[in-house]
């Protein structure tokens, strides 16, 4: 009984929350949102000096202009800027602009007769928060004392409603400052640049509406020219009230706000940290299908291409990306299959067979492990030179499958070590020798070690640039991580073909790797651990 | 006697063709690069005689050796400290129960599988001031009024280096730990939290002791890649401007085949191999201490 009292007694509490959010919200869209200056008249006055005659008789002029403004009832104010320069002769000449600025301030409110876009976004904040303290009364109403685990279908679903409502108006607040940023910067300089060619008239109509009460008429792009804003907080301060609501919303739904904050927080971070993760992944879409022009578009004028070339594709095929593709698949091939051979054998020796010298191999394993063949560039070209295998893709293969090895057998002696031998004996008592028992019946058990340990093999070589670009220097021998910077040389990049190759060689390896993800990381540290 | 004879030379059959390809491919190179080191080497590349000291005498006066050896530190300090903090908080958060996790972690794996020249060129497109996507999102998207110069000086795209150094060295990190993470023994959370222990205390008495042994790995291993790292930087901004961003690894790589300065190159690869050894001295120690415990 006390208990339904409690809890009716924080759902009375968590709707008053909703009404006293929703009416200081009122209050706070009656404040000055933004602050604009425009500059209805400009004078410039050449070889003027402050203070001397000139520059008296050109301020009094504009001082004269300001004064008619103010009477019609604008709120006007003069500024003046100097310029100072030295002219050819070698005398000091001096430039003085006035400008007549006009500065006013629109609240929240206004924003909604504007016809904005923004007016828009702010309609569906403000209808949010009202639906969701409706929702509330509706779910709470009816169900005051219930508690939060036993309640009804239906307020258990206004609740839940409630609460997401709020959230929505939360997440809009952000988005009225971006859509107004976007309108009244980037949209008006489109239009005054002339990059987009429709809606002008129609836009511009509306702002002149908005911002100036419909008097600029003809001046509008003058005036939208020297239009300078800044918002001054005041509709972020809807945030507070968008997120008392939330967390009453949450109260009435769950009972418990930091369990529900915390999942939400979880699922925030998640989403934000994919959203940062595949964004270098979505350029690399959206810019291997543009244009060349709109690749290099320095107005930014499109977000996704305006057509989608598939046509680059074909450009880079005619320019061998096939035949690299085909390297790198014989280079990462070879090198995996070397490695494996080379390596199957040694992890089997280090995970049964017990002899002199083995934990110095190990150690050895271990270390060479730290070395990339990037330090030893010079000598490992040295070595192949002598070698005759310079420009080879054999070459390539060996080096990588060498410089793998480590890992390989690495990898493949944790796994050989988690299978009980027991199997293997029963093998060799029916009559196996070792070689037989290896392949027939460990191998096979050891089937997901071995395509892990394949599987990184392959990428770590496919990958592979540096070694690459210095061995390689005929064209129709680059693996695909070379072949992609012949499309950025130093006088132009042509990043439509650089991203269209970099696509093709870099699905079919993120889509293996995913394929290992489980296994990889428990053979990574397992054998590293367990030494 | 025979047969004991064979069973003793078996192991080291199987062990034979391994031996070889290493020697062959990561012991050689090894050597050549320690005897280039001590002799006069022509512009060609041709051996002269011993010099002794010489060779790194002309390494250590290069004007670009201080900024270079700096930045080398700088490089994978940066890189492999914020990736690991970074990697250790992702792998946590994705080890909680939680819808679409398996999507998260196929996401997660993207920038470990691509390849770094693909991803420093991404990048590299990104963050152009004049035409690049970061600022046509951000305009577009309404976030920012114009145009900003992300590149404005190279200690910037030094730091831009080092994000993207990061970007792509977390993946690896996360799932080590979380591989660590993974093998603990739910049951230790369930006796603590009977005892009544804080979420801090599980964390720092539990969870953190029971990572460091994958979280030793990642981060050893971090330093050996990250110090090798060349393509990053190659891509982004080749060491300019005046070898301002060079780290020793494109460093050498720029001495030896483009300035021909092949002496002072070697010296430089084998202060590199140096420094890699002691890493790889430190974490043996490690490893053979482990082992002693267990």
Redesign the interface.
Same mark, same amino acid.
């Given at each position: 009984m006390n208990d339904t009292n409690a809890i009716a007694k924080k759902n009375r509490t968590a709707l008053l929350l909703f009404l006293i959010s929703l009416a200081l919200t009122a209050v706070v869209l009656s404040l000055p949102a933004y602050r604009f200056t425009s500059s209805v008249y400009t004078k410039k006055s050449a070889n003027t000096f402050v203070g001397d005659e000139k520059y008296t008789e050109v301020r009094a002029e504009v001082d004269a202009v300001a004064e008619e403004y103010r009477a019609s009832g604008m709120d006007v104010s003069v500024s003046e800027s100097v310029t100072e320069r030295t002219n050819s002769k070698g005398e000091a000449t001096s430039m003085v602009a006035f400008s007549v600025d006009q500065e006013f301030t629109k609240t929240g409110w206004s924003f909604l007769g504007s016809g904005l876009g923004s007016a828009w976004v702010l309609l569906a904040m403000l209808l949010c928060m009202v639906m969701s303290t409706a929702c509330a009364a509706a779910g709470v109403i009816g169900s005051m004392g219930d508690d939060w685990h036993h309640l009804d279908g239906r307020s258990a679903a206004f609740r839940t409603a409630s609460g997401v409502l709020a959230l929505a108006a939360l997440l809009l607040v952000p988005v009225f400052?971006?859509?107004?940023?976007?309108?009244m910067?980037?949209r008006v300089g489109l239009y005054l640049d002339e990059l987009i060619p429709e809606g002008k008239d129609a836009f511009f109509a509306k702002l002149d509406g908005f911002l100036f009460g419909g008097q600029a008429g003809e001046n509008i792009d003058d005036m939208l020219d020297g239009l300078r804003f800044r918002n001054t907080g005041a509709v972020w301060m809807v945030l507070p009230f968008a997120a008392a609501m939330m967390l009453a919303g949450i109260q009435i739904r769950n009972g418990s706000i930091t369990h529900t904050l915390v999942?939400g927080l979880?699922?925030a971070?998640?989403i934000v940290?994919?959203l940062f993760?595949?964004?270098?992944?979505y350029?690399?879409l959206?810019?291997a299908f543009r244009s060349i022009a709109e690749?290099?578009?320095?107005d930014?004028l499109? %977000?996704l291409p305006t057509q989608w070339r598939f046509g680059n594709l074909k450009d880079i095929v005619d320019r061998g990306v096939l035949r690299y593709l085909l390297n790198s698949l014989l280079i990462a091939g070879g090198a995996t299959v070397?490695a494996l051979?080379?390596?199957i054998?040694?992890a089997?020796?280090m995970a049964r067979?017990?002899?002199k010298g083995?934990s110095v191999?190990l150690?050895?394993v271990? $270390?060479?492990?730290?070395?990339?063949?990037?330090?030893?560039?010079?000598?490992?070209a040295? %070595?192949i030179a002598a070698l005759h295998l310079n420009d080879s893709i054999v070459g390539l293969m060996?080096?990588n499958?060498?410089?793998n090895?480590?890992f390989a057998?690495w990898l493949l002696r944790g796994t050989f070590v988690s299978i009980s031998p027991e199997m293997e004996q029963a093998a060799k008592i029916d009559g196996c020798n070792?070689v037989g028992s290896l392949v027939r019946v460990l191998l096979p058990m050891a089937a997901p070690g071995i395509v892990t340990t394949l599987i990184f093999v392959f990428?770590n070589a496919?990958?592979e640039?540096?070694i690459s670009s $210095?061995l390689i220097s005929t064209a129709s021998n680059r693996p695909i991580?070379v072949g992609?910077?012949q499309f950025?040389n130093l006088n132009m990049i042509e990043?439509q073909n650089?991203?269209a190759a970099?696509l093709l060689?870099?699905i079919p390896?993120?889509i %293996?790797?995913?394929c290992i993800?489980k296994h990889?990381?428990?053979g %990574?540290?397992?054998g590293? $651990?367990?030494? | 006697m025979n047969k004991t004879l064979q069973n003793?030379i078996?192991?080291?059959i199987?062990?034979l063709?391994?031996?070889?390809?290493?020697a062959?491919?990561?012991i050689?190179?090894?050597?050549?690069?320690f005897r280039?080191a001590f002799s006069e080497v022509s512009k060609s590349?041709l051996m002269g005689g011993f010099v002794g000291l010489q060779n790194f005498k002309d390494a250590i006066g290069l004007p670009a050796f201080k900024t270079v050896m700096l930045n080398t530190l700088y490089w994978v300090i940066s890189v492999v400290g914020l990736s690991t903090v970074l990697g250790f908080i992702?792998a946590m958060?994705?080890n909680?129960k939680?819808h679409?996790r398996k999507?998260?972690?196929? =996401? *997660?794996?993207?920038?470990?599988?691509?390849? *770094?020249?693909?991803?420093a060129?991404?990048?590299n497109?990104?963050i152009k001031y004049?035409?690049g996507?970061l600022?046509?999102?951000l305009?577009? *998207?309404? =976030?920012?009024?114009?145009?900003i110069n992300w590149r404005s000086s190279y200690q910037i795209e030094f730091l831009w280096e080092c994000g993207v150094g990061i970007f792509v060295t977390i993946p690896f990190v996360a799932?080590?730990v979380?591989?660590?993470l993974q093998s603990i023994d739910g049951t230790l959370y369930e006796a603590a939290d009977i005892d009544g222990a804080s979420y801090w205390d599980k964390l720092w008495r539990i969870t953190v002791p029971l990572v460091k042994?994958?979280l030793t790995?990642?981060t050893v291993?971090n330093i050996?890649?990250v110090?090798?790292s060349?393509?990053i930087i190659?891509t982004m901004t080749r060491g300019a401007p005046a070898n301002k961003t060079d780290t020793l690894?494109t460093y050498?790589?720029m001495l030896?085949?483009y300035d021909r300065q092949?002496g002072p190159?070697?010296a430089l690869?084998v202060i590199?191999?140096l420094v890699?050894?002691i890493?790889?001295g430190v974490?043996?120690v490690g490893?053979?201490r482990?082992?002693e415990e267990?």
């Open positions: 400052f971006m859509m107004n940023t976007y309108l910067s980037r999942r979880l699922y971070f998640v940290l994919c993760i595949l964004y270098p992944y350029v690399m959206v810019t690749t290099n578009d320095s930014f499109h %977000l070397i051979l080379c390596g054998p040694a089997y020796a067979m017990r002899f083995k191999f150690g050895f271990i $270390v060479s492990q730290m070395f990339s063949p990037v330090v030893l560039l010079i000598g490992i040295q %070595l060996l080096i499958a060498a410089f090895q480590a057998i070792t990428i496919w990958n640039f540096t $210095v991580t992609i910077t950025s990043w650089l991203f970099s060689a870099t390896v993120v %293996l790797f995913m993800e990889l990381t428990s %990574l540290t397992s590293g $651990v367990k030494g | 003793k078996k192991p080291y199987w062990l063709p391994s031996i070889i390809l290493m062959l491919f990561v050689f190179p090894i050597m050549i690069v280039l590349g992702i958060v994705l909680q939680f679409g999507i998260a972690r196929a =996401i *997660l794996v993207f920038p470990w599988a691509t390849s *770094l020249v693909v991803q060129s991404v990048w497109y990104i004049e035409y996507n600022n046509n999102i305009l577009n *998207l309404g =976030i920012i009024k114009e145009a799932f080590c979380l591989s660590g042994p994958s790995v990642s291993l050996i890649y110090f090798n060349f393509p190659y690894v050498l790589y030896n085949f092949k190159a070697t690869s590199g191999f890699l050894c890493c790889a974490y043996m490893v053979m482990k082992e267990l």
